[in-house]
Structure formats: structure tokens, C-alpha cells
């Protein structure tokens, strides 16, 4: 009885170390603030032309900067599980027998807190630099968000975006044994997700450039974050209570409204479903894969 006491209170004490982890190493508040600070002043000012354009009829463009936080997480999830696999921690699960799964969660967990801190700090900081700029852009499409359950849907679709990102970095971090590749990845599909996740750049534009070539398209589509960021503009624009809503968010996902959309522009139910649908697809691939790597040889 003694011995199986033990062993829940030490599977209980997972999260509360991975969270000592984290506020006693000094490099994770770079990954997990500065770095998604630096990206989101550094976007926001390139995209609004240093406050020159104005997006009072475009302010969706305000919101698709928040996953930021997101997809910088990269780097402080897999530098944690850097610092536990050199602790020799991770090698000694199976003497503790700490299940696969518990790890998993309490991972995921406090990556999940890390980027609605790193979120709110995002925000903080867009309203400050609206104070010398002048298009208040950022500060406009935040005024936006009057309604309860747009917060509901942001927090939702910001946790499956968060969920998909951490299953790949937890695999990156379990699957490969230097630190230094595992960080070189982390920062390809950084760069990858921050470009062609509805970020920074505009999907039409891009693809017209490239004659909307099959290529063009797919680098896109196959980007993890792509459905779930169409969810979270689809929250910020509250396209389930009217689908007209849909001119505002147009610039952030398409320089002009697909036939497709256009075409049932008065009946958009189909858009949620398949998004949810493809976002689900990518967490249960990411998550089947992260609890079945074994992780006990490292």
C-alpha cells in the first residue's frame, strides 16, 4: 500500500517540478517572453507599415499576430525537456514508474499556461507601441472583442493550437538526442508556421505570385496550425452568429473571398465542422505518436 502511495504522490509532483523547471531557468523566459515579444513587434510593425496603413475596415490582421506565443513555445517546451533528459530524470521514470501519459499532460499543461501568460503579455505590449503610432490598429481590432463567447473561442482555439504545436516539439525533443538539432528544427517550423500559418503572410497573394500552382497551395494546407487558425479568426470574428462577419477576417485569411465561401456566403456551418475536423486529426496524430515514443532509452 505504501509503495503504491509513493508512487501517485510522486506522478502528482511531475507538474509541480516541471514548473520549478521553468521559473529556475533563466534561458526559458527568453524563449517564452523576449523571443515572442520580439516577433510580435517586429510583425505587427512590418504589417502595419510602422502604423502608416490603417485597419479600421482589416483589424482581423490585429488578431492573427496573437499565436505568436504559440508557435515560439517551441523553444521553451523542448529546452525543459532538454534540461530533464540531462538531469538524468527522464532515465529514471521507469525506476519511479511514472506512466508515459503523466508526463505528457503536465508537459502540455504548463506549455499551455506559458502561452496564455506569453498571450496577454503580447497584448500588452501591442497597446503600448499603438501609443506611438498613429494607427492604433492593434488597440482598434482589440476593441473588437466585446462579446463573452469571443473570449470562449479564442481560449478554445488558441489551446488546440497550443496542443498541436507542443505534441511536435515533444517529439522533437524524445525523438532526437542532440539538443542543438532538436533547437534547429524547433526553428524551421518556427519560421515555417510564423510565415505560412496566416501570420504574416497573406495566402492569395503568395499563391498568385506562384500562378496558384499545386505547390503554392499545399505549403499552406499541410502547415499543422493552418485549420486552426481559420477557428480562431472565425472566434475573434463571430462567424457562427452571423456569417456576413466573414468581410472582416477576408485579409487575414485571403486577399479576396474564395468562390467556394462566396458562393454559400449566408451559410458557413460547414467551415467550422472542417476545421475542427482537420485540427482534431492533426492532435491525435501528434499525440498518438508523443505517448507511444519510448522515451526510456534516452
Known amino acids: 500500500m505504501n509503495k503504491i502511495t509513493n508512487i501517485k504522490f510522486i506522478e502528482k509532483q511531475i507538474?509541480?517540478?516541471?514548473?520549478?523547471?521553468?521559473?529556475?531557468?533563466?534561458?526559458?523566459?527568453?524563449?517564452?517572453?523576449?523571443?515572442?515579444?520580439?516577433?510580435?513587434?517586429?510583425?505587427?510593425?512590418?504589417?502595419?507599415?510602422?502604423?502608416?496603413?490603417?485597419?479600421?475596415?482589416?483589424?482581423?490582421?490585429?488578431?492573427?499576430?496573437?499565436?505568436?506565443?504559440?508557435?515560439?513555445?517551441?523553444?521553451?517546451?523542448?529546452?525543459?525537456?532538454?534540461?530533464?533528459?540531462?538531469?538524468?530524470?527522464?532515465?529514471?521514470?521507469?525506476?519511479?514508474?511514472?506512466?508515459?501519459?503523466?508526463?505528457?499532460?503536465?508537459?502540455?499543461?504548463?506549455?499551455?499556461?506559458?502561452?496564455?501568460?506569453?498571450?496577454?503579455?503580447?497584448?500588452?505590449?501591442?497597446?503600448?507601441?499603438?501609443?506611438?503610432?498613429?494607427?492604433?490598429?492593434?488597440?482598434?481590432?482589440?476593441?473588437?472583442?466585446?462579446?463573452?463567447?469571443?473570449?470562449?473561442?479564442?481560449?478554445?482555439?488558441?489551446?488546440?493550437?497550443?496542443?498541436?504545436?507542443?505534441?511536435?516539439?515533444?517529439?522533437?525533443?524524445?525523438?532526437i538526442n542532440s539538443p542543438f538539432r532538436i533547437q534547429v528544427l524547433n526553428l524551421i517550423f518556427c519560421l515555417y508556421m510564423l510565415f505560412f500559418g496566416g501570420v504574416l503572410i497573406n495566402r492569395t497573394n503568395f499563391t498568385d505570385s506562384f500562378n496558384n500552382s499545386i505547390i503554392s497551395q499545399a505549403i499552406f494546407y499541410i502547415n499543422p496550425i493552418d485549420s486552426s487558425q481559420w477557428l480562431y479568426l472565425f472566434s475573434c470574428g463571430r462567424i457562427i452568429n452571423d456569417s456576413s462577419n466573414i468581410v472582416y477576417i477576408s485579409d487575414s485569411l485571403f486577399s479576396t473571398i474564395p468562390y467556394s465561401i462566396q458562393d454559400k456566403y449566408q451559410d458557413l456551418t460547414y467551415e467550422i465542422p472542417l476545421c475542427l475536423t482537420i485540427s482534431g486529426l492533426w492532435i491525435s496524430i501528434f499525440a498518438v505518436i508523443s505517448v507511444k515514443l519510448d522515451i526510456k532509452k534516452l
Open 15 to 175: 507538474l509541480t517540478y516541471a514548473f520549478k523547471t521553468y521559473f529556475k531557468t533563466p534561458k526559458t523566459y527568453l524563449y517564452s517572453i523576449f523571443l515572442p515579444i520580439l516577433f510580435f513587434c517586429l510583425f505587427y510593425l512590418l504589417k502595419s507599415s510602422f502604423g502608416n496603413e490603417n485597419w479600421e475596415t482589416l483589424y482581423s490582421q490585429a488578431w492573427s499576430l496573437l499565436p505568436i506565443s504559440c508557435i515560439c513555445s517551441l523553444f521553451t517546451i523542448s529546452n525543459i525537456i532538454i534540461n530533464w533528459r540531462e538531469s538524468n530524470f527522464i532515465s529514471k521514470i521507469k525506476i519511479l514508474r511514472i506512466k508515459k501519459i503523466h508526463l505528457f499532460i503536465s508537459f502540455l499543461i504548463l506549455s499551455l499556461v506559458i502561452t496564455y501568460i506569453s498571450t496577454v503579455v503580447n497584448i500588452i505590449c501591442g497597446l503600448i507601441i499603438d501609443l506611438f503610432l498613429v494607427n492604433k490598429n492593434f488597440t482598434f481590432g482589440i476593441q473588437q472583442l466585446i462579446y463573452f463567447d469571443q473570449y470562449v473561442g479564442i481560449f478554445f482555439t488558441i489551446s488546440i493550437m497550443q496542443i498541436i504545436i507542443f505534441s511536435i516539439t515533444y517529439i522533437f525533443s524524445f525523438f
